[in-house]
C-alpha cells in the first residue's frame, strides 16, 4: 500500500508563495497528482507528475524526486481563492490512486 | 449537465436502513471509483471497477456493495447503515490511458442517525 504524508494546514498572505510537500512511500510507483478541493466541492486536477523535475502550469508548479519519495506543489502570487485543501496523490501499478489527508491552505489579505 | 453526476446530493437515514447511492458519467470513461472523505483522514477507496464485469474492494470495503449496471452507471448500497458511515461520498471516473486523471461527482453527504 502507500503512506502518503503532507502538512495539515498552511497560512499565508495574498500575494506570497506557498510550498506544500509531499511524502510517499509505495510499492511500484507509477505517478503523483495534486488535486485542489475546495470547501463542500468536489476535488479537481491541478498537476500529474511521473518523471523527475518541474512541471510549471501558470501560477502553480509541482516537483517531484521519485528516488527520494519526494514532491512539492508551489503556489505563487498567492490569490483569496487559493484557499482550499490540496491534495496529494499517488498511484501504482494497479492504477489505483491513493490519497494523503490534504493540506488546508488560508490565503489572507 | 455534469460529466460525474451523483444522486442523492444529501441524505439522512437511520441506524440498519438500506441506502442507494448512485453515480452516472457522460465521459465513456471505463473505470469507475467510489470514495469516502471524512476530516482529517482524506480521500479513502471503497471500490472500484475498471469494466462492466470487474468489481474491485479497496481499502475500506466492508460494510459496502456495488454494482456496476452499465459502463456509465456505477452505484454503492449500504445494506445496513451504521453511523460511523456518515460521510461524504465521491464517485469518479478515469480514462484508459496511464496518467489516469480522476474526474469527480459533486459528492453524496450521507448522515447516518
Request: glycine share 10%.
Amino acid at each position: 500500500g502507500q503512506n502518503i504524508d503532507q502538512p495539515t494546514e498552511m497560512t499565508a498572505t495574498e500575494g506570497a508563495i506557498v510550498q506544500i510537500n509531499c511524502t510517499y512511500q509505495t510499492s511500484g510507483f507509477n505517478g503523483l497528482f495534486w488535486y485542489q478541493q475546495h470547501a463542500g466541492e468536489a476535488p479537481t486536477f491541478l498537476s500529474y507528475n511521473v518523471l523527475d523535475g518541474l512541471e510549471e502550469k501558470g501560477r502553480f508548479s509541482s516537483f517531484l524526486s521519485r528516488s527520494k519519495g519526494y514532491s512539492y506543489l508551489l503556489l505563487k502570487e498567492l490569490q483569496m481563492k487559493d484557499s482550499a485543501s490540496y491534495l496529494c496523490a499517488v498511484t501504482s501499478n494497479d492504477y489505483k490512486l491513493s490519497f494523503g489527508a490534504g493540506t488546508t491552505v488560508t490565503v489572507r489579505a | 449537465d455534469a460529466d460525474v453526476t451523483q444522486t442523492p446530493r444529501n441524505r439522512i437515514t437511520k441506524t440498519g436502513k438500506r441506502i442507494m447511492l448512485e453515480c452516472s458519467q457522460t465521459k465513456g470513461h471505463d473505470r469507475m471509483y467510489w470514495y469516502r472523505q471524512d476530516p482529517g483522514l482524506g480521500l479513502r477507496l471503497i471500490y472500484y471497477s475498471f469494466d462492466v464485469k470487474d468489481i474491485n474492494k479497496g481499502e475500506i470495503s466492508d460494510g459496502y456493495s456495488v454494482s456496476r449496471q452499465a459502463q456509465a452507471k456505477f452505484s454503492l448500497s449500504l445494506e445496513s447503515a451504521i453511523p460511523n458511515q456518515t460521510a461524504l461520498y465521491f464517485c469518479a471516473t478515469s480514462g484508459d490511458s496511464g496518467a489516469n486523471v480522476l474526474t469527480f461527482g459533486a459528492g453524496s453527504r450521507l448522515t447516518v442517525l
